[in-house]
């Protein structure tokens, strides 16, 4: 087989770039290891709005569960934070749906898509990568192609084996472990994140709601921590009361929170999504950061087919670390920073912003949140904390 | 000297979710769509794999030590 693009992973960052260069007019072929695209799903499902039209996907009902409308945010000893708005500002995705979708959207566009497709190595003809070996069921399959992108998620086999540097050190990721669950009690129009050092250490509780009585309820943690993920989860449910015998799933996985890959391109390999570590480290949401990076990707990858010149993918590296990759590394540091909070801090911390300016806090304007954080006299009165929000102006 | 294992999985535990080999700082874990495959030859011995497993489907064998 032989194409212009192959395309190694059918989660959300493969699709758009195979969809997005199909379009162009190229050959593509996308391949999938799992036998349906989209499941199993290692995801909380929610996302923002605003992706939708800024990569032009369809608002389609057969992948949205649920429209959101804010964030319940709760401290260690039970103080809240509510940022609530007028109108949707973003959905629980039913993922199994949507990935399919994705690659349907591809699929409609001109590439062609293989599931249970697994890439096993690549092919290096006169040193250079010229394709992938792969399995499809049990035949061995050989994909020549001009230009190869890893997207094959947090495991990178692709990009690792094609020579692109993705390790991170294990702080750099979460482990993650969640239940889509019957769970009552919970305002279905927000989403509910539970913080503390003993809740989730460096991480949050979440429930996402799906239905009125219906969600996906989870946990990240750090991933060097000596408890797992599932220990935390299952402690958290049963000393919130919360009966563990409507259970419809069970969703693992590790989640980069950090780390982002210096170089995303290798000659003609490009890396992107979770592969490349391209995740929010703050909330460890991946899916716009995916289609970001998809899309700056296949700008590039279409230009060097264009121009017939494989040295222009090197900007795909140059254009999402411009955009992106700084973005993401101020996130990284607030991450880093909220870390070192001890549960005092966030019960004060989530005490004053409750009072504080919710529309510019749910907006995300961080200096805004320290700015309502710095003029409280707890705040004032200790040095470790003022050093701490310092650390973030 | 780094104490040489062997990593082992649950299998009735493991959700063949990737993490291990994406963590894997050696390559010594692949996670295929049919199972799971530890390379012994690679593994440096450095357990960041096990503590990672959000379920805990990994544990060590004690191998001896290198020289």
């Known amino acids: ?393 | 000297m780094p104490e040489k294992i062997r990593v082992v999985v649950n299998e009735d535990r493991c959700y063949l979710c990737g993490g291990c080999a994406g963590v894997c700082p050696a390559l010594a874990i692949e996670v295929h769509a049919s199972g799971w495959e530890f390379f012994q030859d690679r593994c440096i011995g450095c357990r960041i794999c096990i503590n990672a497993c959000p379920v805990g489907a990994l544990s060590a064998e004690p191998l001896g030590v290198k020289e």
Request: charged content about 30%; some cysteine.
């Open chain 1, 1 to 393: 087989m032989k194409y212009d693009v192959v395309v190694v992973g059918a989660g959300i960052a493969g699709p758009i770039v195979a969809r997005n260069v199909a379009k162009a007019g190229y050959s593509v072929l996308l391949i999938d290891k799992k036998p349906a695209i989209g499941s199993p799903k290692q995801c909380a499902e929610g996302i923002s709005i605003k992706v939708f039209d800024k990569y032009d996907i369809p608002y389609d009902r057969r992948y949205i569960n649920r429209e959101i409308y804010g964030a319940r945010i709760y401290s260690p000893s039970g103080y809240e934070l509510e940022l609530r708005y007028n109108e949707v500002s973003g959905v629980i995705l039913e993922r199994k749906v949507f990935d399919k979708m994705l690659a349907y959207y591809a699929a409609k566009a001109g590439a062609d898509v293989l599931a249970r497709t697994e890439a096993l190595d690549v092919i290096r003809k006169d040193g250079k990568v010229a394709g992938i070996k792969a399995k499809h069921e049990d035949e061995p399959v050989e994909i020549y192609a001009d230009i190869i992108v890893a997207a094959d998620g947090v495991e990178s086999t692709v990009a690792r084996k094609a020579g692109i540097n993705t390790y991170a050190p294990p702080h750099e990721f979460d482990s993650s472990y969640e239940y889509e669950m019957l769970i009552e009690g919970f305002d279905p129009d927000l989403i509910h994140l539970w913080f503390g050092n003993e809740v989730a250490p460096r991480g949050y509780v979440w429930v996402f709601p799906k239905d009125e009585d219906r969600a996906n309820v989870g946990i990240g943690i750090a991933s060097d921590h000596p408890q797992t993920a599932k220990y935390y989860l299952d402690k958290w449910l049963k000393e919130n009361n919360i009966p563990m015998k409507k259970i419809l799933e069970v969703n693992v996985g590790l989640v980069p929170v950090g780390g982002f890959v210096k170089e995303l391109v290798k000659e003609n390999v490009l890396v992107v999504g979770d592969a490349a570590r391209q995740v929010n480290p703050m909330h460890g949401g991946g899916m716009a950061e995916a289609m970001e990076a998809g899309t700056i990707a296949s700008k590039w990858i279409v230009k060097a087919l264009e121009e017939e010149n494989l040295s222009l993918l090197q900007n795909y590296t140059a254009e999402w670390w411009e955009k992106d990759g700084k973005r993401l590394e101020g996130v990284l540091r607030v991450r880093r920073v909220t870390e070192k909070l001890t549960d005092e801090d966030l019960d004060l911390f989530i005490q004053i912003l409750s009072g504080a300016d919710a529309e510019k806090i749910a907006g995300g304007d961080y200096v805004e949140v320290i700015k309502a954080l710095l003029t409280h006299p707890k705040v004032l009165m200790s040095r470790r904390r003022l050093s701490l929000l310092k650390e973030l102006l």
